[in-house]
C-alpha cells in the first residue's frame, strides 16, 4: 500500500505564500490521478485540487487563480502553490488519489493569520 508524506505547511500571513510537497512511496503518479485535498475545524475535506496523469488540472472555485498544482513523476512528488492566501484558507491539506482512497497520510497544517 502506498505512503503519501505531506511537508511545507505552517504559519503564514494573509497574502503570504506556502508550497506544499506530498512524496508518495510508490511510482504511482503516471498511472493515477492525483489531488490536494483540506479539511477546516468543524467542515466536511473538500478537493482543493487534482491533476491528471497527462497533467491536466482542476481547482476548486475558491482557489482558482491563487493555487496550482504540479507534479514530478520521476520525483514520486506532487506540489501545491499558494499564493494570496487568505483566512479561510486554514486547514489541514493532504493529498491523495483523486478521487480518494482510504490512505490518508499525516497531512500538513496551513494556518494563515489575518
Known amino acids: 500500500q502506498v505512503q503519501l508524506v505531506e511537508s511545507g505547511g505552517g504559519l503564514v500571513q494573509a497574502g503570504g505564500s506556502l508550497r506544499l510537497s506530498c512524496v508518495a512511496s510508490?511510482?504511482?503518479?503516471?498511472?493515477?490521478?492525483m489531488a490536494w485535498y483540506r479539511q477546516a475545524p468543524g467542515k466536511q475535506r473538500e478537493l482543493v485540487a487534482g491533476i491528471t496523469t497527462d497533467g491536466n488540472t482542476n481547482y476548486a472555485g475558491s482557489v482558482t487563480g491563487r493555487f496550482t498544482i504540479t507534479k514530478d513523476n520521476a520525483k514520486n512528488t506532487v506540489y501545491l502553490q499558494m499564493n494570496s492566501l487568505k483566512p479561510e484558507d486554514t486547514a489541514l491539506y493532504s493529498c491523495n488519489y483523486w478521487p480518494p482512497r482510504p490512505v490518508w497520510g499525516q497531512g500538513t497544517q496551513v494556518t494563515v493569520s489575518s
Open positions: 510508490r511510482r504511482i503518479l503516471s498511472t493515477y490521478d
